[in-house]
RNA sequence: GCCUCCUUAGCUCAGUCGGCAGAGCGCUUCCAUGGUAAGGAAGAGGUCGUGGGUUCGAUUCCCACAGGAGGCUCCA
C-alpha cells in the first residue's frame, strides 16, 4: 500500500501507510501521545481520531489538557447529558448544547406536568442523570460520525421541534453543521436499545452535531460534575419559552476537576457580599427594598476616602464641580428623551402639583442645564462639569447583584462640552487621566472596547461626524497602548464610545470607565455656543463616568483586595494592643500620635489575651497591629507586626508614624 | 420580569419523617493581665422571612408575597 505524507506542526513531514487515520498518526508518533490524543487538526478543521488522513494534510495531534481538547471533553460530556435526559424523561426534547468556559451546558424541554406547566429539573434530577452519565460512561458508547440529508434528518428529529428548527435553518446552533441540505450527525449506539426511542431508525440518542468528538464515552469523559439548572430563553429571546437550561463542568483529570471547585469555594471566599457583612462594611437591609444599600462607618470610611481622591484628581484635572438634585419634572426627561428611549428603566413617577416628578436615571440632562444657564463663549470650552451624581434606575429584580447591579448608585460622571476641533485631543487626555486615577487604585492590567455605529436607521448624526468621533476614540487608544476590541454596531444611537476594562487579582475582568460620544443631546436640549465666527454652534457632548458607579468600584476593589484593603484605604490602618492593663495610658499616647499624622489608629484593651487580640485584627485585615508593653513604654517604641510581613520589635514610635504617614501620602499621590 | 433553589440567634450554620428550638463565633458580666493567630466561668439573645390555608396541633405540608443565590433576558 502506497504511503501517504503528513506534515506536522513543527513543519516536519512524516510518511504513513495510506488510509492511517488521525489516531493511528498519533501513535506512530509516540505511545503517550497515542494515549493522550483527543482529536485532531487537520488543514485547519478539526476532526475525530478516526478520521482518515490524505496526502499533503497538515496535521496537529490535540491533546487533554490543551485548550481544544478540554473544549471537545465537554462537548461529548454535554452529548452524554443529553442522553441521559432522554431517556431518563420520556417524552423530553432537547435545543442546544455547547461547550462555555469551564463547562457546558443543555437546553431542555420537559413534557408538562399534571397541571399542565412546563416540566421543571429539580435539584434531585441532577443526581439522577448523573448516575446515568456514568453508566453510559462505561457503556463506551463510540461516538459514530454521519451525514443525512436535510429530509431523511426530519424525519429523524421529528419529534425534536427545536431540532427541526435548527435543520431548516431557522436557529442558529453553534454545534451544528447543517450546509447545503445536508446535516452531520453523532450517534451513540446504546448497550441496550431504549425501550421507546425518540429519534426514528435509531436504538438509542443521536445528536445534530459538526463534531469532533472523543472516540467513545469511556475515553476523556470521567471528571464531570452537574452544577444548577436555570432557565434560558429558547434562542435567546424573552418572547420565547423557556428551556430547562443544565450547566456542568467537566475536566481531564479527577485533579483539574478538584482544583476547579476548589477555585471556586475560593472565589466564593472573596464575594463582596460576604466580605461587607464579615468586615462590617455595608448592608442591605430587606426593610429598605431591593437593591438598595446602607453604608456602615467601617464602609463610609473606605468610601469617603475613595471619593476625597476623586474629587481631588477632578478639580487637579480641570474639572468644575456642579451638585444637581435627585429628582426632576419629567419635562425635563422629555427634553432629554430619557422617557422616549428609557423609560423601562427609570422609576415611576410621583404626582406633584405641577406635574409628574421622576428620579434622575441619569445626570446629563442636569448638567445640561448648567450649561444651558446662561450664553456660553467658545473661548470658556471645554467645560467639564463633574458630578458625585446619585441615579436610582429601576433595574429588574432577578439583574440585581449585591453591589454590581444595584437600583441606586453614585456615579463620578462628567460630562465634557466642547468644540468639534478641541474634542479629539480632549479625548485623548480624558483617557489617560482614566487610566491614571484606576491605577492609583491597585489596577494594572487594562484593555477596553470601541463600539462603532449600529445601524445607521437607528442613529442620530452625521456620517463625518461618526467617523471623525470614532477615529479620536481608536486614536486616544492607541496612543495609549491600550489593547481594544472594536464592537462593530455596538455603539449607542447617539454616538461612539470606549469603555475600559481592568482584570482584577484572579484574572476576572470588569468593565468600568465608559467615555461616549452624544451627537444627540445637546442638539435635543437646544444647548449653543458663541463661536469665533459670531454664530451659533451645538457643542460636542462626551460622558465620562470613571470608576464607573462607586458603589459597583468599591465591590470591584473589595473583591480584587481579598476585603485586604491598601493602607491607605483600609478603614482602621493600625490597632494597638497593650500588653496589659497598665500599658493602656502608653497605648492611648500611640493612637494620639498617630491620628495626630492623620492616621486611622483604633486599640483593644488587654480583657483579651494577646494572642486572640491578634487574631481578630489579623481577620478583619488591618495593615499594622502595634502591640505595646514594658520595654515600648520605657523606650517609646512599638512593636509591629504588619499584615502579610514579619514582626518587628522595638521600632521607635516616630520612625513607625513617619513611614505609615508616607505611605499613605505616596499612594494618593498624583502618579 | 422569567426558571430552579434558598430564608432558623448579630454572623456562619445544625435540626424537627407535623408535638413547647440547637452549636460555634459574636455580645454582656465575673475571674484571669497573658510580648505576637482562640484563657476560664456564667448569662442575655429566636412568633424558625411575612401573610393566608390544611391540621387537634405548622418552624416543618400547601398557596401568595418579600428578600436572597445561580442562570436567562436586560444593563441608557
Not at 2 to 24: E, F, K, M, N
Not at 383 to 394: K, Q
Not at 590 to 616: C, F, M, P, Q, Y
Amino acid at each position: 500500500m502506497a504511503d501517504i505524507t503528513i506534515t506536522l506542526p513543527d513543519g516536519s513531514q512524516r510518511s504513513v501507510p495510506a488510509g492511517t487515520t488521525v489516531g493511528g498518526l498519533a501513535a506512530s508518533i509516540g505511545r503517550g501521545l497515542a494515549k493522550a490524543a483527543v482529536i485532531g487538526v487537520v488543514d485547519g478543521t478539526e476532526r475525530d481520531l478516526n478520521w482518515e488522513l490524505r496526502d499533503g494534510d497538515e496535521v496537529e495531534i490535540v491533546t487533554a489538557t490543551s485548550e481544544r481538547g478540554l473544549y471537545t471533553i465537554r462537548h461529548s460530556t454535554t452529548h452524554v447529558m443529553a442522553q441521559a435526559v432522554l431517556e431518563l424523561f420520556p417524552g423530553a426534547t432537547f435545543a442546544i448544547g455547547p461547550p462555555v468556559e469551564d463547562g457546558f451546558y443543555y437546553d431542555f424541554a420537559l413534557p408538562p406536568g399534571p397541571d399542565g406547566a412546563p416540566g421543571t429539573f429539580v435539584p434531585e434530577d441532577l443526581d439522577r442523570i448523573e448516575d446515568r452519565m456514568r453508566e453510559i460512561l462505561s457503556e463506551a458508547q463510540p461516538f459514530v460520525r454521519d451525514e443525512l440529508s436535510s429530509d431523511v434528518a426530519r424525519e429523524v428529529f421529528a419529534k425534536h421541534r427545536y431540532k427541526l428548527e435548527i435543520i431548516d435553518g431557522q436557529a442558529d446552533d453553534p454545534m451544528s453543521a447543517t450546509a447545503t441540505g445536508l446535516v452531520r450527525t453523532y450517534e451513540n449506539p446504546p448497550a441496550k436499545a431504549w425501550a421507546d426511542p425518540p429519534f426514528e431508525g435509531y436504538p438509542g440518542f443521536i445528536d445534530l452535531c459538526r463534531g469532533p468528538h472523543v472516540p467513545d464515552t469511556k475515553s476523556f469523559l470521567g471528571h464531570f460534575k452537574l452544577m444548577r439548572v436555570a432557565g434560558a430563553y429558547w434562542r435567546g429571546d424573552e418572547k420565547n419559552e423557556m428551556l430547562q437550561r443544565i450547566y456542568g463542568t467537566a475536566w481531564a483529570s479527577k485533579a483539574d476537576l478538584e482544583e476547579h471547585l476548589h477555585r471556586l469555594e475560593e472565589a466564593a471566599k472573596r464575594d463582596h457580599r460576604r466580605l461587607a457583612t464579615e468586615l462590617d462594611l455595608l448592608s442591605f437591609p430587606e426593610q429598605l427594598g431591593g437593591g438598595l444599600a446602607v453604608w456602615h462607618p467601617k464602609g463610609g470610611i473606605v468610601r469617603k476616602t475613595m471619593e476625597d481622591y476623586s474629587r481631588r484628581r477632578h478639580l487637579e484635572g480641570g474639572y468644575d464641580f456642579v451638585y444637581t438634585p435627585n429628582l426632576a419634572n419629567g419635562k425635563l426627561f422629555e427634553a432629554s428623551g430619557h422617557l422616549g428611549f428609557y423609560k423601562d428603566g427609570m422609576y415611576p413617577p410621583m404626582e406633584m402639583d405641577n406635574g409628574e416628578y421622576y428620579p434622575k436615571p441619569m445626570n446629563c440632562p442636569m448638567h445640561n442645564l448648567v450649561f444651558d444657564s446662561r450664553q456660553r463663549s467658545y473661548r470658556e470650552l471645554p467645560l467639564r462639569f463633574f458630578e458625585l451624581g446619585t441615579v436610582y434606575r429601576y433595574e429588574k429584580s432577578g439583574t440585581l447583584h449585591g453591589l454590581m447591579r444595584i437600583r441606586g448608585f453614585t456615579q463620578d460622571d462628567s460630562h465634557i462640552y466642547c468644540t468639534p476641533e478641541q474634542a479629539h485631543d480632549e479625548i485623548r487626555s480624558l483617557l489617560g487621566f482614566v487610566l491614571s486615577v484606576l491605577r492609583a487604585f491597585g489596577f494594572d492590567d487594562f484593555d477596553a472596547n470601541l463600539s462603532t455605529r449600529p445601524a445607521k436607521a437607528e442613529t442620530v448624526g452625521t456620517d463625518e461626524g461618526w467617523a471623525a468621533a470614532t477615529e479620536s476614540l481608536r486614536a486616544a487608544l492607541e496612543a495609549e497602548g491600550l489593547p481594544y476590541e472594536v464592537d462593530e454596531g455596538g455603539g449607542a444611537f447617539y454616538g461612539p464610545k470606549i469603555d475600559v476594562k481592568v482584570r482584577d487579582a484572579i484574572g476576572r475582568s470588569w468593565q468600568l470607565s465608559t467615555i461616549q460620544y452624544d451627537f444627540n443631546m445637546a442638539e435635543r436640549m437646544g444647548l449653543s455656543y458663541i463661536g469665533e465666527d459670531g454664530g451659533r454652534h451645538t457643542p460636542v457632548m462626551i460622558h465620562r463616568a470613571l470608576l464607573g458607579s462607586i458603589e459597583r468600584f468599591f465591590g470591584v476593589l473589595l473583591e480584587h483586595y481579598a476585603g485586604a484593603f491598601p493602607t491607605w484605604l483600609a478603614p482602621v490602618q493600625v490597632r494597638v494592643l497593650p500588653v496589659r492593663d497598665d500599658h493602656a495610658a502608653y497605648a492611648a499616647e500611640v493612637v494620639g500620635e498617630l491620628e495626630g499624622r492623620g492616621l486611622r489608629v483604633d486599640v483593644v484593651d488587654a480583657s483579651e489575651k494577646l494572642g486572640n487580640r491578634i487574631r481578630k485584627a489579623k481577620g478583619e485585615k488591618i495593615p499594622y497591629v502595634l502591640v505595646v508593653g514594658d520595654a515600648d513604654v520605657e523606650a517609646r517604641t512599638v512593636g509591629v507586626n504588619p499584615r502579610g510581613g514579619e514582626v518587628d520589635r522595638d521600632v521607635p514610635l516616630d520612625a513607625f508614624g513617619q513611614r505609615v504617614a508616607d505611605e499613605v501620602l505616596a499612594q494618593t499621590s498624583v502618579s
